[in-house]
């Protein structure tokens, strides 16, 4: 309720729409399904925020804007990755990891408020980084043949685009990267995933599902073939976390902790920077 009252008025819908929407969504709590993720429920939640905005895609603008902030950080950004390439370590492919989590900050679904420079920089001055398995998921990618990148946020695609060539560069490994089948609040479809640039470093697929998220139930046949056929998955974002956590595959999850329920099952600090793979 409280996201419908923030990214009511984060469109500048009338304070009218937004009562008009609490009351509406509450005549719905005995449908909710406690067991449901939070990314199934958000697929009620963005319908009604579309039909009351009277918009397809109601974040489009502020996409835009968040592609355009991202990719003016990106050549400096890329610089630095340059920079940190040593002949005996992965420190290339690590710094593009950590700018790929940080750039999970663009999020309006959790939070509209965020400084995405402030935050890229925060990773290379301290970073605040709670369960880091770098290792493991590099150790992982030697071995696979090709990589399955789910995406989350737009302008955060910019950074997975830097991480992406630099896992090409350095590995040489085939990506193919996932994005949501229809618009639902500022997470990636294909044209966002083309205007950051990712057709020239991955193969792009949508999951069929257009909740934020990856509901297996809701994904295509064809999204779910690549899914149960690829070697390693990079699993971006808070709502693939919660949609995928659970499930038996070789995983790598990469988000930040943006609420205290998550931040608790991790076992990590609210805010904290993540690259695990759950063991279930």
């Not at 005995?30 to 990314?39: N, S």
């Not at 005996?88 to 690590?94: K, W």
């Not at 991480?163 to 479809?189: H, L, S």
Request: hydrophobic fraction near 45%; glycine fraction near 8%; include cysteine.
């Amino acid at each position: 309720m409280n996201q419908i009252v923030r990214v009511g008025r984060l469109l500048n819908l009338p304070e009218a729409d937004c009562l008009a929407m609490l009351r509406e969504f509450s005549g719905h709590f005995a449908e909710l399904e406690l067991d449901d993720t939070p990314p199934q429920t958000a697929i009620m939640i963005y319908d009604m925020i579309s039909r009351y905005s009277g918009l397809k895609d109601p974040f489009k603008a502020i996409k835009k804007e968040s592609t355009e902030k991202a990719l003016s950080l990106y050549p400096g950004l890329k610089k630095r990755v340059d920079l940190a390439t040593t002949p005996t370590s992965s420190a290339a492919m690590s710094l593009a990891a950590k700018f790929a989590v940080a750039g999970n900050v663009i999020d309006f679904g959790v939070a509209s408020q965020f400084d995405l420079g402030a935050e890229l920089d925060r990773v290379v001055d301290s970073g605040a980084f709670g369960r880091w398995q770098e290792n493991d998921f590099f150790s992982a990618l030697k071995d696979a043949e090709w990589l399955l990148y789910l995406g989350d946020n737009t302008g955060e695609t910019v950074m997975d685009r830097l991480f992406i060539e630099t896992i090409t560069k350095e590995t040489g490994t085939p990506v193919t990267y996932v994005v949501r089948e229809a618009p639902i609040i500022n997470d990636a479809i294909l044209e966002d995933a083309l205007a950051a640039g990712l057709d020239g470093c991955a193969e792009i697929v949508s999951s069929g599902c257009s909740a934020p998220g990856t509901v297996l139930d809701l994904c295509s046949f064809q999204f779910l073939n690549l899914f149960h056929k690829a070697p390693l998955i990079v699993s971006k974002g808070q709502g693939n976390y919660e949609t995928l956590s659970d499930v038996k595959a070789p995983i790598f999850f990469f988000l930040k902790a943006k609420c205290s329920v998550i931040a608790d099952h991790l076992g990590v600090q609210l805010g904290d920077l993540v690259l695990t793979r759950e063991e279930r």
